[in-house]
């Protein structure tokens, strides 16, 4: 038991910790072991308990991300005004990316593979513009940016072509068109859907993962090194700002053999990019503010 809380007859009798697992434990086996015995869980904060308050939250939650992020790491302190987020999902939970980017001023780029969720968040109004052109977006991110525009661009496709299509562009023009990135796909779950390989479509993925689960893997874990060799680049040579959206993206990236370790810790535990729980938004957390107020 953490402890005996002095209560009263009337109070909630709840008390929650998130997916905690003991790090000798803590692998992917032994968590989908404990997952399908119903004793742990992935959701976090504000996701796996209570606390969680729906679009509401989601949205308030990202947007202090994005804020917050270009506050540390770009010196803003205000708007992203002529800055611009690429990212990927607009699902349940990442979902808000776009919108949020929107509130927060900058460009956001938000690619997804399944049309399906696309197209909802589009008539929604969660994202403003959509296209499956490589050119074109890059086209669009360079004139929202130049015009200092906060804009929701959903681009239909993955993300790994995406980092590699503004590797391309950066070596042509030397132009730096990212100033924040991260990931939200479902990587805590990364061969069963969480995660799409850049090698396939959407519709091939689907058969894939389930008639070949072994060559899926392989491609997932081919896909993520290739997603983080773009993201290393931008990083070194034009000065991309990345962090991890605690969605296990650098933990299966470094699984699959990406480099991602922080050359300069002697313990080979840290990863070179940021936590956005540890790193971005602690010092928002200390002050109990937004929906991580419960």
Same mark, same amino acid.
């Given at each position: 038991?953490?402890?005996?809380?002095?209560?009263?007859?009337?109070?909630?009798?709840?008390?929650?910790?998130?997916?905690?697992?003991?790090?000798?434990?803590?692998?992917?086996?032994?968590?989908?072991?404990?997952?399908?015995? %119903?004793? /742990?869980?992935?959701?976090?904060?504000?996701?796996?308990?209570?606390?969680?308050?729906?679009p509401q939250g989601i949205v308030h939650g990202t947007t202090?991300?994005?804020?917050?992020?270009?506050?540390?790491?770009?010196?803003? /302190?205000?708007?992203?005004?002529?800055?611009?987020?690429?990212?990927?999902?607009?699902?349940?939970?990442?979902?808000?990316?776009?919108?949020?980017?929107?509130?927060?001023?900058?460009? %956001?780029?938000?690619? @997804?593979?399944?049309?399906?969720?696309?197209?909802?968040?589009?008539?929604?109004?969660?994202?403003q513009m959509v296209t499956s052109d490589l050119n074109e977006?890059?086209?669009?991110?360079?004139?929202?940016?130049?015009?200092?525009?906060?804009?929701?661009?959903?681009?239909?496709?993955?993300?790994?072509?995406?980092?590699?299509?503004?590797?391309?562009?950066?070596? @042509?023009?030397?132009?730096?068109?990212?100033?924040?990135?991260?990931?939200? /796909?479902?990587?805590?779950?990364?061969?069963?859907?969480?995660?799409?390989?850049?090698?396939? /479509?959407?519709?091939?993925?689907?058969?894939?993962?389930?008639?070949?689960?072994?060559?899926?893997?392989?491609?997932?874990?081919?896909?993520?090194?290739?997603?983080?060799?773009?993201?290393?680049?931008?990083?070194? @040579?034009?000065?991309?700002?990345?962090?991890?959206?605690?969605?296990?993206?650098?933990?299966?990236?470094?699984?699959?053999?990406?480099?991602?370790?922080?050359?300069?810790?002697?313990?080979?535990?840290?990863?070179?990019?940021?936590?956005?729980?540890?790193?971005?938004?602690?010092?928002?957390?200390?002050?109990?503010?937004?929906?991580?107020?419960?």
């Amino acid at each position: 038991p953490l402890g005996l809380f002095p209560s009263h007859i009337d109070a909630p009798r709840l008390t929650i910790t998130n997916g905690m697992m003991v790090p000798n434990y803590s692998s992917k086996a032994e968590y989908d072991r404990f997952f399908a015995l %119903g004793t /742990t869980l992935y959701g976090q904060m504000t996701a796996g308990s209570f606390c969680y308050i729906g679009p509401q939250g989601i949205v308030h939650g990202t947007t202090i991300t994005v804020l917050n992020a270009g506050r540390k790491y770009l010196g803003t /302190t205000g708007l992203l005004t002529g800055k611009v987020f690429v990212t990927s999902g607009l699902g349940g939970m990442s979902g808000a990316q776009a919108k949020a980017a929107v509130i927060a001023g900058c460009v %956001g780029v938000v690619a @997804e593979v399944s049309r399906e969720a696309l197209d909802k968040r589009h008539a929604q109004g969660w994202v403003q513009m959509v296209t499956s052109d490589l050119n074109e977006l890059v086209q669009l991110i360079r004139s929202k940016k130049k015009a200092g525009v906060g804009c929701s661009i959903g681009f239909l496709g993955n993300v790994v072509a995406v980092w590699e299509r503004l590797v391309e562009d950066f070596k @042509e023009t030397g132009e730096q068109l990212v100033d924040l990135g991260s990931d939200q /796909t479902s990587c805590h779950n990364p061969f069963q859907g969480g995660y799409y390989p850049v090698q396939l /479509t959407f519709e091939q993925s689907q058969l894939l993962m389930t008639e070949m689960p072994d060559e899926f893997r392989q491609l997932v874990q081919e896909s993520l090194r290739r997603q983080v060799a773009a993201i290393d680049f931008l990083a070194r @040579e034009a000065g991309l700002a990345f962090w991890d959206y605690g969605n296990a993206f650098l933990l299966e990236a470094c699984r699959a053999g990406a480099d991602v370790k922080d050359p300069s810790d002697t313990t080979g535990l840290r990863f070179r990019y940021p936590s956005y729980v540890q790193d971005i938004m602690g010092d928002i957390f200390s002050m109990g503010f937004g929906p991580f107020r419960w």
